[in-house]
């Protein structure tokens, strides 16, 4: 059996070495190493993919998000309204820039923001919902949507975990996430579901004079060389990394069929035991599983977590400290939330390896250990 990971990115590069060497190889060839061709076609092939007006690539995935919030031209003292349960990038770009990040709860069952947590904590100061689709599982876009319009509130949705997952609407038709807010954000950071070869990230949005702001932010404020209109920053995909997401894009749908696959094998696996609480697929939205994440109860987690990690199988628990507990927020009064179902699943969740080259003896292995500790 070959080791277990929680991601392969050995093997999967060895699978598509010949096409990442050549596109790589040409990079270097041409020596357009900033801002070159790749940079504009993927822009491009992701933003058809995405069905989204303009795709702006930058650096990774918390300056995207940072980037959007500048663009939207928040100031210091506004709210955006986030979940706790989430990766630090989120809130931390939030207070980053001087803004207030006000935690909500989560659903329990989907891991994203609960729609009603969110229209309690609106104020008059309120200028912004950070939806966050977190593991690959859709938020409930539609409900976001509705409040965000009735209180006139941007939507900047965090997609670094689900790009490529399709959200349901209740008149049939279905949008990207990413594609649905004001702005989207996303990381391809290499074990993303679409990542590149080391840092990277991009924004979106269907709103022109936005996607002119955006840009405008990313490349130091300017959009004529050496006028620079705004404060901005310095954030952008280099040539190489867009060359390795071109040839990955081609493959990002095959890459999300095998991870659902893996999802599938453990769902089985695990269905029937009491202890066990498998993610959970809303059908409002596809889930394109950029992590595993399963509930224990009545088991000591942090027990299965030694006791896979003895037979050589990896897991990890996303995110152990939710962002209203960390120090970094104390000073924005983090310990003054009361958010029951945050706490609850941090205490709880277990991620187990999924990515899109896992074999079945591996998975064999994994269940029969998973089910060994906890029966
Ligand atoms: C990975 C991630 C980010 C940040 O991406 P980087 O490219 O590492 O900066 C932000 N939000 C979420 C939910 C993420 O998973």
């Not at 598509?16 to 822009?43: C, H, M, R, T, Y």
């Not at 990381?187 to 002119?212: E, Q, W």
Request: hydrophobic fraction near 40%; aromatic fraction near 10%.
């Amino acid at each position: 059996m070959r080791p277990i990971q929680m991601v392969d990115l050995k093997k999967q590069y060895h699978n598509i070495k010949a096409e990442v060497d050549k596109a790589v190889l040409d990079v270097l060839e041409s020596s357009a190493f900033i801002n070159g061709k790749p940079v504009q076609d993927f822009a491009l092939q992701l933003s058809s993919y995405l069905g989204v007006k303009h795709v702006i690539p930058c650096a990774n995935g918390t300056d995207a998000l940072q980037i959007a919030m500048m663009a939207l031209g928040l100031e210091p003292g506004d709210e955006v309204i986030t979940p706790s349960f989430t990766y630090i990038a989120t809130t931390e770009v939030i207070a980053l820039l001087r803004l207030k990040p006000v935690f909500v709860e989560v659903d329990a069952k989907t891991f994203c923001i609960d729609p009603e947590a969110i229209k309690k904590a609106i104020t008059p100061k309120t200028k912004a919902i950070v939806p966050v689709h977190l593991y690959g599982h859709v938020c409930q876009m539609e409900e976001i949507m509705a409040i965000a319009k009735e209180h006139q509130l941007y939507v900047i949705e965090d997609n670094a975990q689900a790009i490529g997952a399709d959200y349901f609407f209740a008149d049939g038709s279905k949008k990207k996430t990413g594609s649905i807010g004001t702005i989207g954000a996303t990381s391809f950071f290499p074990s993303k579901n679409l990542g590149c070869y080391g840092d990277g990230g991009a924004i979106f949005t269907n709103d022109d004079a936005l996607a002119n702001q955006l840009k405008m932010v990313a490349n130091h404020g300017q959009s004529k060389r050496y006028y620079h209109e705004v404060v901005g920053c310095n954030s952008r995909l280099d040539t190489v990394q867009a060359a390795v997401l071109n040839v990955k894009l081609r493959k990002l749908d095959a890459y999300i069929t095998a991870r659902r696959s893996v999802a599938n094998y453990y769902d089985k696996a695990f269905a029937h035991n009491n202890k066990i609480t498998t993610p959970f697929r809303a059908a409002y939205g596809t889930h394109v599983f950029h992590q595993y994440t399963m509930l224990l109860e009545g088991v000591d987690r942090d027990g299965l977590n030694q006791y896979l990690a003895d037979k050589q199988i990896p897991s990890m628990i996303y995110y152990p400290v939710p962002a209203h507990r960390q120090q970094m927020f104390a000073a924005f009064g983090g310990a003054n939330y009361k958010l029951a179902t945050t706490d609850w699943l941090t205490q709880r969740v277990i991620s187990l390896p999924i990515h899109t080259e896992m074999e079945t003896d591996q998975l064999e292995y994994i269940t029969k250990n998973v089910l060994d500790y906890i029966n």
